[in-house]
């Protein structure tokens, strides 16, 4: 064999073991995305498995917090703790209270607009905590009452422990429930529900389902709930 025919045996030797990685290549290739693709389905599906269920206005949920008459006109707000708008609302609510807690059932939902308000997740989080130890309209009343000094800080973890301790809470196991998953589903499910049903911005109100628009005052809420409680 002459030196030509050599030098062409070395790259025909070369050609096909460059075919055979080539196929090898292509075999893991499709062996790879055989394994791969069932599991991102998996991985997909759990994580929208995962997120949880969302309930629509028109629906109360069993982890919704809740007061007033059961079976009165259903007053559901999706609010942001260091919202402005929503304390103020938070004020003309409660000024309203005594006078119409027999006829409506009022529900909260969170919706913490974390892009605007820094402390908001945190905030919601804090009151689900309180919730879960029976005082989540209390805590919510103490984050509403003092939004404008919380707002402020740079940190608000021990603002808001000291509200647990002025609630008698246990602020261990409080810690201890922000932390886990269920919890936070709760605050982002909320959310997601909010979003689903055309909720923009804080605090929007809808009446038994219907988007409303909120009352400026004390006066005004009393005359919504007299005119759909009669209706």
Request: with cysteine.
């Amino acid at each position: 064999m002459n030196k030509r025919e050599q030098q062409r045996l070395v790259r025909e030797q070369k050609r096909q073991q460059a075919d055979k990685r080539a196929q090898r290549n292509k075999l893991l290739t499709r062996l790879g995305l055989a394994v791969a693709l069932p599991l991102l389905v998996i991985g997909i599906l759990y994580g929208l498995m995962g997120q949880g269920e969302t309930y629509p206005p028109d629906q109360v949920a069993a982890s919704d917090h809740t007061r007033g008459n059961p079976d009165g006109v259903v007053l559901m707000v999706y609010a942001d703790f260091q919202c402005p708008a929503c304390a103020t609302e938070h004020m003309i609510m409660s000024q309203a209270w005594p006078r119409i807690s027999d006829r409506v059932q009022l529900v909260f939902r969170h919706y913490p607009l974390t892009s605007a308000h820094r402390h908001a997740w945190t905030a919601a989080l804090y009151a689900e905590a309180a919730g879960q130890q029976g005082q989540f309209w209390e805590m919510s009343d103490l984050l509403f009452a003092n939004q404008s000094y919380w707002s402020t800080l740079g940190a608000v973890s021990e603002e808001f422990d000291g509200y647990l301790q002025q609630l008698g809470l246990d602020v261990e196991q409080a810690r201890a429930a922000m932390s886990s998953d269920e919890l936070q589903r709760k605050v982002r499910n909320d959310q997601r529900g909010g979003t689903s049903a055309g909720v923009r911005g804080t605090p929007t109100l809808f009446v038994d389902g219907r988007l409303t628009p909120v009352p400026r005052t004390a006066a005004e809420l009393i005359s919504l709930v007299g005119r759909v409680s009669s209706s």
